[in-house]
């Protein structure tokens, strides 16, 4: 199991940036990828992006060009830069890990909000 725990999240004017960190501990050497989701109040979570273990990066269009994720590996961290935030950012992000045979743990979520 992985136990993962984010943070980085608050307050912040559109236009401006969070940098947001998943910290993972347990059975790391297990991990094939790591995800961010984020969930806005009274809708689904979804999927914002992604880092495979060979570095491959994925973003959601809604992302593309602000969002940035990436990884410290000899600190078990996966990072999600998030410039000119908008409004429409405004959601609890969780980060997600995919171990072996479908595998999933979740952090317990941080709290970003972008006001206009």
């Known amino acids: 199991q992985v136990q993962l725990v984010e943070s980085g999240g608050g307050l912040v004017q559109a236009g401006g940036s969070l940098r947001l960190s998943c910290v993972a501990s347990?059975?790391?050497?297990?991990?094939?990828?790591t995800r961010w989701y984020r969930q806005p109040a009274g809708n689904q979570r979804e999927w914002v992006a992604s880092?495979?273990?060979?570095?491959?990066?994925l973003y959601t269009d809604a992302v593309k060009g602000r969002f940035t994720i990436s990884r410290d590996n000899a600190k078990n961290t996966v990072y999600l830069q998030m410039n000119n935030l908008e409004p429409g950012d405004t959601a609890v992000y969780y980060c997600?890990?995919?171990?072996?045979?479908?595998?999933?743990?979740w952090g317990p979520g941080t709290q970003v909000t972008v006001s206009s």
């Open positions: 347990g059975s790391t050497d297990e991990v094939e990828s």
């Open positions: 880092i495979m273990n060979h570095g491959l990066t």
């Open positions: 997600n890990t995919l171990r072996p045979n479908m595998q999933l743990d």
